[in-house]
């Protein structure tokens, strides 16, 4: 075992020692040290009981014969980080919970792990940290909130997204303050991670395509007790894992990754994904090309209309058939590898034997898909020669194709406030710049001013484009993670106000309408803006990150 380098011999007595001093008996001491990695905490709603998943886990370790060792990392929300500085801080947190979770398993010499998280940073967090260190690992998420009812409509289905889009319509005037009370107080009625298609449910129902998570890992309710036998199962499992010497880079292998990637595009996941399996990938030793994205988007048809794209919900997608119902829809087809291995010890093909689809309207037979192509496309062009990113199972048919005067700002909040003061109009392209990994820092998730464009019933008729990122909340012509970003001298920083800009989604390209003579002209004259912050963590993070087309990994 990898943990007698800290426990066995003579010359260990004083490391057992402070293991006893921590509670563990000689029996412990002696099994499989099997690291819990919790985010739990009292802020993200996500998050706050993840005690019980832990609880659970560790009956599980214990059950199989192995000890259980808890340790803590930090989970930022981005809804409540949303739309001030605070988002700045979500996306380098990721770095930060990889690297905690390293330090802990390595110094303490653990055998194992279990990974538990929910919400969008610390998935992916925790993702890198499992192929960094490659020994066992399994992860069971803390499961998606329940979708709230419209006190006016109780038929209708509301969530965090119907929250931020009805700001917008009471600046408009078509909702009253007091029907905006009601959506806030329904729209988040569990704990959970937001109960849409968002990022934190894309990159849990991902971990659980790419092999990582047990069946329901993505989709089971957060306050269903099936997620709590679910953790048992995980904490049993691992033993497992480390008895059969299964390590993450037997599971990441490239098939595993295109299935991930097959996934993502039948379910319509977050713009988001694109960013983290680019780092899982480079942890894993893998480059992500984003023309990959395109093809594999070409074959794969859009089978799940989910929030916010949709009107389903994950709790319907669970109760559809799950992550094994969609993987079987496509594996029947032909269209995913069921020869990798998985957490299970079993390959795909084993798992999905007692998969089936329970409802064919929330998970769509490939005949008969929301859309022939999948949910995510990457655009190139010479306003975003290393691609941007664009969730086109959102975007209403008219915007696919698109043309109009750019509307230029130089951040998040200036771009809002204009929304809200009305002086958007239809057929813009609203700029935001200087809101990249670098340039942010941090890449700061934009659902204010989006949701807003929405909310302003501007969502059909104006795009959004920046180098910074989304909400999976998003919905409409947003385009994101344009690279290169404005503060690595990219196209987009010399974008004027009045510019043409011409996007077209389904011929995977974006144009900015101005002769390369002049672009030439622009960036001679162009110097990048002080940073936005000069000292602590984001200050050393944004001379390290790498760009978004690299999964704005950090440099070596």
């Known amino acids: 075992m990898k943990s007698d380098i800290a426990k066995q011999g003579i010359g260990r007595a004083p490391h057992r020692a402070l293991l006893k001093a921590a509670g563990y008996t000689d029996d412990e001491i002696r099994r499989p040290l099997i690291g819990i990695a919790n985010s739990v905490n009292t802020v993200v709603p996500g998050h706050t009981h993840l005690n019980q998943i832990s609880e659970a886990v560790k009956a599980g370790i214990y059950m199989a014969g192995g000890t259980p060792v808890e340790f803590g990392t930090i989970g930022v929300c981005d809804g409540i980080a949303m739309g001030h500085e605070g988002m700045k801080y979500s996306l380098g947190s990721r770095e930060l919970i990889a690297d905690s979770i390293e330090i802990m398993a390595t110094a303490h010499a653990f055998d194992a792990l279990v990974l538990i998280p929910n919400c969008d940073k610390i998935v992916p967090g925790m993702l890198m940290a499992a192929a960094r260190l490659d020994i066992p690992a399994i992860f069971i998420s803390g499961g998606p909130m329940l979708a709230g009812r419209n006190p006016q409509n109780p038929s209708e289905k509301v969530d965090l ?18 029907e905006l009370c009601g959506i806030e107080d329904a729209a988040c009625p569990t704990c959970g991670s ?25 989709t089971i309710p957060a306050v269903m007790s099936a997620r709590i036998r679910l953790a048992k199962q995980a904490g049993i499992q691992i033993v497992a894992l480390h008895e ?102 079993k390959s795909i093909k084993d798992n999905l ?42 975007v209403v048919d008219k915007m696919m194709q698109h043309e109009g005067p750019a509307r230029v700002f130089d951040s998040e909040e200036d771009a809002t406030e204009a929304i809200m003061d009305g002086q958007i109009n239809k057929g813009d392209v609203v700029v935001i710049r200087y809101e990249g990994p670098m340039g942010g820092p941090g890449m700061r998730e934009m659902l204010t001013p989006t949701s807003a ?60 309408k101005v002769d390369e003579k002049e672009l030439q002209k622009r960036f001679s004259a162009w110097q990048a803006p002080a940073p936005k912050i000069t000292k602590g963590y984001m200050a050393r993070y944004a001379k390290q990150v790498t760009s978004a087309d690299k999964g704005a990994v950090l440099k070596g």
């Not at 937001?194 to 993505?218: H, Q, W």
């Not at 089978?303 to 058939?321: K, R, V, Y």
């Not at 012509?477 to 510019?499: F, L, R, T, W």
């Open 353 to 394: 034997a007692a998969a089936r689809v329970i409802d064919d309207e929330v998970i769509r037979p490939v005949d008969r898909a929301h859309h022939r192509v999948g949910g995510l496309a990457v655009l190139f062009g010479n306003l975003a020669p290393s691609g941007c990113v664009v969730k086109q199972s959102a």
């Open 161 to 178: 997204i119907s929250v931020f889009e009805s700001v917008g319509k009471v600046r408009r005037g078509v909702m009253s303050e007091q």
């Open 453 to 512: 464009i929405a909310g302003m019933g501007l969502d059909a008729d104006v795009a959004l484009i920046t180098d910074g990122r989304f909400s999976g909340g998003t919905r409409g012509a947003a385009i994101g993670h344009v690279s290169p970003e404005a503060m690595q001298k990219g196209p987009i920083a010399v974008v004027k106000e009045g510019d043409i800009i011409a996007i077209d989604i389904a011929g995977k390209s974006i144009a900015l």
């Open 244 to 345: 059969q010497g299964i390590v993450p880079s037997r599971i990441l292998t490239h098939d595993a990754f295109e299935n991930a990637l097959c996934v993502d595009m039948a379910l319509g996941c977050s713009t988001n994904t694109v960013l983290h399996i680019a780092a899982l990938a480079h942890e894993a030793g893998m480059a992500l090309d984003l023309n990959r994205i395109n093809d594999i988007s070409n074959r794969i048809p859009h089978l799940c209309s989910l929030s916010p794209g949709g009107a389903h919900h994950i709790e319907d997608l669970q109760n559809a058939g799950g992550i094994g119902g969609v993987m079987k829809t496509l594996a029947e087809a032909g269209l995913i590898d069921t020869s990798c291995l998985t957490v299970t010890g």
């Open 194 to 218: 937001c109960s849409g298609m968002f990022t934190a449910n894309s990159m849990n129902c991902l971990t659980e395509a790419i092999g990582l998570g047990l069946a329901g890992n993505g």
